[in-house]
């Protein structure tokens, strides 16, 4: 009799064990979902990430708790904001004793790996393999750290982190445990270096522009205004991989005139000026934007047929997302680190075969500090207390808890940094956006249904003062029960102490 119940349950433990689903997180850098076709943009095709949506579900509002690179990473392993976690800026070095979802897998019997980009600063840990870029990592020929070991490799960044990927999952896994791993690009982080495949891709067509490329900021506060992120004037020639035409100085003007005709075409973008110019930067920078997004949805391609052709499909969750909205040109900018829509968006689409009803969406308020709850969720481990996210698995059954958040705190802390965009907090309720910008006290309303594209705050609009005084409100309750201090570091750098010089020694 007792090795009859010994022997259920050990059934009971292996059938539980082989139920629980493989995870692969696909995650890329800066990719916007107005970049993909499965979200509707009007610039490119995805047709790999598409397969994912189309089979799962897409995410309408999945929002970046802090919209920068390293701390959205950061936010994910821990599921805890950035305040929390101790990773407020780029500038900042994870601590990796701290609890991470990864670890919490390898406890519940899953094997852990990481590929590609890591950003964090510090060694990965809670991974059986890891193999990963050092801090930003080139587009070519990337440098990486195998298991904290330094290993080199020689091609196009995108497709070594997949064949790593690849290897791994196809020779150094262990096949008889559940697994999760992280395949992260580097793509499609600035400065846009394309593979060798999509070099001439798109030279011969005008990308569309958005609607809001030559907008002057006039209906948003002094933060706006004071940004450094601008494709007029802070896309260097190393990002456009060309020196851009217009404002050229007479003695400049006169190289070109002595080194063109002047009627043929290099001479006429030589002289471009104003909006002319800004439309050829545009071209330049989303080609070459797009040309990277295409090398990662062929190489995400890769990664599907393989799970199809192992058969490992079926009981595996596949997972896309990008650390944090993007401005394809929106507003005239790039980059991202704002509250406003467009930064606070990250895509989030979502496969889970028998378990996610194919083709369908959700508009439900999730974000990236639920992802560490969710993973462990779906291994079916147990969720620590101190998290501050939700598992988002009962909305990917397509049940959404009555109790789900009707509202988002955010809060970005990298100034002074790069691109000045002001320190904020504030809040994303369903129709409107209250952002409070703290070093300045200035504050930005929205109404979201009337102005989508956040371009005119409505603060100082006497009709919205109930809802304004309710959000502020709603701010401060949140900081409380999400534990907030007062961002208490000084708004301006130290200046840099001057090191004496030592003379050099004169060579013998
Ligand atoms: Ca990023």
């Known amino acids: 009799m007792k090795n009859r119940f010994t022997c259920l349950l050990a059934l009971c433990a292996s059938v539980s064990f082989a139920a629980r689903p493989n995870i692969v997180f696909i995650f890329t850098d800066d990719h916007s979902s107005q970049a993909i076709s499965a979200y509707g943009s009007k610039i490119n095709q995805?047709?790999?990430?598409?397969?994912?949506?189309?089979?799962?579900?897409l995410f309408r509002n999945c929002f970046v708790s802090n919209a920068i690179c390293g701390p959205s990473r950061a936010v994910i392993q821990t599921g805890k904001y950035s305040h929390l976690n101790g990773f407020l800026t780029n500038g900042n070095t994870f601590d990796g004793s701290q609890q991470t979802f990864p670890k919490l897998l390898q406890k519940a019997g899953y094997q852990t790996a990481v590929v590609g980009k890591w950003h964090l600063k510090s060694t990965p840990t809670g991974f059986d393999y890891s193999e990963v870029l050092l801090g930003q990592g080139p587009y070519y020929n990337p440098p990486m750290k195998k298991n904290g070991v330094g290993t080199k490799h020689v091609g196009y960044t995108t497709d070594i982190i997949t064949d790593l990927a690849l290897n791994w999952l196809e020779k150094e896994r262990d096949p008889d445990k559940p697994f999760m791993l992280m395949y992260q690009h580097k793509a499609p982080h600035r400065n846009w270096q394309p593979g060798p495949k999509h070099l001439n891709k798109y030279d011969d067509v005008t990308i569309p522009e958005p609607a809001t490329?030559?907008?002057?900021?006039?209906?948003?506060?002094?933060?706006?205004?004071?940004q450094t992120m601008t494709i007029e004037h802070h896309l260097s020639a190393n990002d456009l991989k060309l020196r851009p035409p217009g404002n050229l100085t007479p003695e400049q003007l006169a190289t070109w005139n002595k080194a063109y005709e002047p009627k043929n075409k290099a001479f006429k973008e030589a002289n471009l000026q104003g909006k002319d110019l800004i439309k050829w930067k545009y071209q330049r920078y989303i080609k070459d934007y797009i040309r990277c997004v295409d090398s990662v949805d062929e190489n995400i391609g890769r990664i599907l047929q393989y799970l199809d052709k192992q058969g490992l499909a079926e009981n595996t969750v596949v997972i896309y997302s990008s650390d944090q909205g993007w401005f394809l040109g929106e507003n005239g900018w790039f980059d991202k680190r704002?509250?406003?829509?467009?930064?606070?968006?990250?895509?989030?689409?979502?496969?889970?075969?028998?378990?996610?009803?194919?083709?369908?969406?959700?508009?439900?308020?999730?974000?990236?500090?639920?992802?560490?709850?969710?993973?462990?969720?779906?291994?079916?481990?147990?969720?620590?207390?101190?998290?501050?996210?939700r598992s988002i698995v009962p909305l990917l059954?397509?049940?959404?808890?009555?109790?789900?958040r009707q509202s988002f705190y955010y809060q970005y802390y990298e100034y002074p940094g790069a691109h000045s965009v002001r320190r904020h907090y504030g809040v994303r309720a369903k129709d409107h956006t209250l952002v409070y910008y703290y070093g300045i006290d200035e504050w930005e309303f929205f109404d979201n249904r009337k102005d989508p594209q956040q371009l005119t705050s409505v603060f100082d609009n006497p009709e919205y003062a109930p809802i304004i005084r309710k959000l502020q409100e709603e701010i401060e309750a949140l900081r409380v029960e999400l534990k907030v201090p007062e961002d208490a570091r000084p708004l301006k750098r130290k200046p840099r102490q001057k090191k004496p010089r030592t003379p050099k020694k004169k060579a013998a």
């Open 46 to 57: 995805t047709p790999n990430m598409d397969r994912i949506a189309r089979e799962g579900m």
């Open 213 to 226: 490329l030559f907008y002057d900021y006039s209906g948003l506060g002094s933060a706006a205004k004071q």
């Open 338 to 389: 704002w509250i406003y829509d467009v930064s606070l968006k990250m895509p989030l689409l979502v496969r889970w075969p028998g378990v996610v009803k194919p083709g369908t969406e959700s508009s439900d308020f999730v974000s990236n500090v639920d992802f560490a709850q969710t993973f462990l969720d779906m291994a079916g481990a147990e969720q620590p207390a101190d998290m501050q996210g």
């Open 397 to 404: 059954k397509g049940r959404t808890p009555k109790d789900w």
